[in-house]
């Protein structure tokens, strides 16, 4: 059973760079799309960006690309999520998960991390 | 971009009842439309994917139909584990949810 746990800090000051680790366990990071998609509290759910197993393929929500970085690591069967100059309104809930893009669905995800920006 | 639109946004109902929420896509998409059930602090949980197949383990009273531009998320005879918000996706975008509550 494939599970993703994130892991990162939940606090990040304004302006400061938001980085989020999802791990893969129980199968491989290989041969998927891998995604981020966060959720302001009480609100719908926004796609932040996706990354191909190999690395070399990204695809980021353009209101938020110039500021997001996904990166992936197979030898530790994980993924990253970077985003610089954090503000007030990128407070929310961040899932990773399984970008599943034979059935154009996210078939798996991470449990959730609140990160509140606040100094 | 696509657009997806679902309505209505709150709907109120009672255990039994029938219930029909509907997703609109800016335009066609075939049949890659995906529905999603979110309860309050959890993560959420794919229910139907290309617009009618129920994922393993999905309860029956679920259904979904549609092709094009228009789909809808049924639930046959509403029970009280259903109360939650639907989101339907299509590719990278999310409709902005449908929120069950209980009459």
């Known amino acids: 059973q494939v599970v993703l746990q994130q892991s990162g800090p939940g606090l990040v000051k304004p302006s400061d760079t938001l980085s989020l680790t999802c791990t893969v366990s129980g199968g491989s990071i290989s041969n998927s799309f891998w995604a981020w998609i966060r959720q302001p509290p009480g609100k719908g759910l926004e796609w932040v960006g996706s990354i191909f197993y190999t690395g070399d393929t990204t695809d980021y929500n353009p209101s938020l690309k110039t500021r997001v970085t996904i990166s992936l690591d197979t030898s530790r069967n994980e993924f990253s999520l970077r985003m610089t100059s954090v503000t007030a309104a990128d407070t929310t809930v961040y899932y990773c998960a399984r970008d599943f893009r034979e059935l154009d669905i996210f078939d798996l995800w991470g449990q959730g991390t609140m990160v509140t920006v606040s100094s | ?103």
């Open chain 2, 1 to 103: 971009d696509i657009q997806m639109t679902q309505s209505p946004s709150t709907l109120s109902a009672s255990v039994g009842d029938r219930v029909t929420i509907t997703c609109r896509a800016s335009e066609s998409i075939s049949r890659w439309l995906a529905w999603y059930q979110q309860k309050p602090g959890e993560v959420p949980k794919l229910l139907i994917y290309k617009a009618s197949t129920l994922e393993t383990g999905v309860p029956s009273r679920f259904s979904g139909t549609g092709s094009g531009t228009e789909f809808t998320l049924t639930i046959s005879s509403l029970q009280p584990d259903d109360f939650a918000t639907y989101y339907c996706q299509q590719y990278k975008t999310f409709g902005q949810g449908t929120k069950v509550e209980i009459k």
